[in-house]
């Protein structure tokens, strides 16, 4: 980037900010939401200002304003230096000055001054982990690598972004007076559980977090309400409890677009936080499409906002730097949940940390499906959710001319100037790309496309702007019509399948001038719609970063899910809105079950998971072509909040387990244990596992502790992964109030030598009122030199 040029004109900026800065400084009394308007200019000008300072006084000094500027000693050519995060483990003193001191002392030492250092510096991590991001040559990155408290020096990386009907399809009934479902109800609909939403920032005044009737803020909330040139005091709620945001490492053009306040410009974090805890809104619906009571998950959840992705519509950017400065504040500021619908590629130490202090971390697995290994947020600490559809369509009838009535999907909600009672002309050009449509007259007329020839999105564009009617778009079923809201804008987009497109070409083959009407959608929930199946979008396992482990997780609603983006209710799909939903159950179980661990959730969530619908037919997966769903498309199965309030028995993790694994993870590091016995990923607690390379026979321990009716006793049940003898011991476990913990062990033998592919099975502990299931993933191997990539 044309760094040289565009630094005068961010110098310019900064000047600015600054004044904004100080005036925002003096108004409320110093609270730390000056540092941030600085640190997006800051990361990209290694500039010496009050702000570097700042951002080590910034908590405890709120004079800093009123001090001289310092200015730095050396030249420094801006394009030498980069964002690094620099991670040193667990905060090593009493108070956060004094962790921020330590990293100063650190820098000092290395830089050569106290100046230096503190113009260098981006963030300080100090609650919840010690590390900073800092401004530093390569060089010098590598020099402090070599310091013997420094666990990992890292580039900063960029990440982007990765429901009326959901929540009853799930069992959870919001009938708020008399007969509210089990979980629901058992939690108080999550009252004064925090959740905290790292993403695009917040609207405030959609209907979703309306304040009315909660409580006072919890006591041992100590968030912050960080101010912006859109964002007031008022802004922030018994609702909306805090709300930050973190700018550094994100490009100025992204930054240019945006507002430097929480306040969500995108639409993505207003979705995605009405999904988790947004309050109860009657008649909520897309244009009359999906209509119903709004709500999210835990309706009285609180929540807690930290934009860190900048950016309008598709344009969308966060760091590392600036996300790890939201989880250690989250940490500090007591959130529960974190719900985190983005891609990231940190070394995950900053969820392991959080989890470590209880809290549950929710990352979105990525839509990059169905192609195998596209799952991302992996680390075996956090929950990575899938996205699944919900038992919820839009059939919108065609009618052909020749009275042949066909049904495809569509968000279309009202026939542009009644015409759907009238014919109007088809035409099926030779591809929908811009070029190929280019000089086609689209005048009111339905344009027939297929995908193999184009694209939805700018297929719909030429019809807009020329005038045309609608589009049918043909394509595999993949029953995503979530884009269509955004790209029909009220022309009739409808989406058929090839099946149906085929008896449209049909009728235009023996028709010299083809004619169609289109009506609007009606909405059909419930028994005829066959149930959640992985959508195709969804990222599929296994984990390249963590092949020891099945991931995903677990599968949520996220194909065509109605939610809050700005005054508005729109659909959007995407694993981005999937997890939302785990982090909105998550708050109702931490409600009703405040004593269990991030794994004790997550293993609750896992074991009760649906792997068939409601009349027993499996999962099904979407992709080319359609499948049974397996483990790498959904982990455990289909989210059961209910089941998962009263699992039965939990796989527990003692957090400390976590160090001794993420300590051998760390490639090019001395000082940090690694305990060989942590590895491979499969010995943790999982419920869950993966042997993704069986060459000889290979035993695993899993532990189980009853949280259920004290006296019981469970059988197992053991489904060998095909190609793979399975053996448990013991295969009954005896539960009583002196034991409520059992261990028992799992051998996995190789039948052949075989250089195979990866299948499938399952633990299941069973009794008459519960029934525990974890998934078993193995792969036959001979060799090390090949993988399948099926
Ligand atoms: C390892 O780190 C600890 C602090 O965590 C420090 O006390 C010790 O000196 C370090 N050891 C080496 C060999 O660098
Ligand atoms: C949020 O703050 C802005 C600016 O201070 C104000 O105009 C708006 O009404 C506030 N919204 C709510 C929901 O309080
Ligand atoms: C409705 O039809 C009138 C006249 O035919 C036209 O001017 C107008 O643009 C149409 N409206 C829409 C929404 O298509
Ligand atoms: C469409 O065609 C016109 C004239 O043939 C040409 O000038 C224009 O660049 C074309 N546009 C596109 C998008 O291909
Ligand atoms: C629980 O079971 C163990 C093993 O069967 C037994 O030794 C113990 O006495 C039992 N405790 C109670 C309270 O029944």
Known sequence: MGFSSSSRRLCVASVLLVCLCMLLCRVHGGSSHEKHLEEGINTLIPAPSCSARDSLDKDFHPNCWDQPTKTSTTKRQPSSYKLYIVYLGEVKHDHPDHVVASHHDMLTTLLGSKEESMASVVYNYKHGFSGFAAMLTPEQAKQLAEVPEVISVEKNKIHTTATTRSWDFLGLNYQ????????LKGSNYGEDVIIGVVDTGIWPESRSFSDEGYGPIPSRWKGKCQLGPDWGINNCSRKIIGARFYSAGVSDEVLKIDTLSPRDHNGHGTHCASTAAGSMVEGASFNGLAQGVARGGAPHAR????????????????????????????????????????????????????VQKGITVVYAGGNEGPRSRTIRNTSP?????????????????????????????????????SSGSSFTGLVFPDGCTKVALNGTDIRGLILVCLIQLGTLAQASRYVRDGGGYGIIFAQYTTNDIGPMADACQGIACVLVDLDTAEKIGKYMDVTSSPVAKIEPAHTLTGKEIP?????????????????????????????????AVGDFYKFISGTSMAAPHVSGIVALLKAEHPDWSPAAIKSAIMTTARVTDKRGMPILAEGLPRKTADPFDYGGGNINPNGAADPGLVYDIDPRDYNRFFGCTIVRRTNVSCDATALPAYHLNLPSIAVPELRRPTT?????????????VYHVEVQSPAGVMMEVEPTVLVFNSTNNVHSFKVKLSPMWRLQGDYTFGSITWRNDQKTVRIPVAARMTIQDFYADFA
């Open 531 to 563: 149930g959640a199946k992985v959508a195709s979008f969804s990222s599929r396992g296994p984990s390249l970063d963590y092949p020891d482990i099945i991931k995903p997780d677990i599968a949520a609603p996220g194909a065509n899910i109605l939610a």
């Open 176 to 183: 708020m007076t008399g007969t509210g479902s089990g979980l």
């Open 303 to 354: 929540i807690a906002v930290y934009k860190s992705l900048w950016g309008t519509g598709r344009t969308n950017e966060g760091s590392t730097a600036a996300i790890l400065a939201a989880i250690d504040d989250a940490i500090h500021d007591g959130v529960d949940v974190l719900s985190l619908s983005l891609t990231s590629e940190e070394n995950s130490f900053g969820a392991l940390h959080a």
């Open 381 to 417: 600490w956090a929950i990575t959710v899938a996205a699944s559809t919900v038992d919820r369509s839009f059939p919108t009838v065609i009618t052909l001319g020749n009275k042949q009535q066909i049904v495809g999907q569509s968000l279309y909600y009202q026939a542009k100037n």
């Open 700 to 712: 695993v321990w899993r532990t189980v502790t009853n949280v259920g009716v004290v006296n019981s």
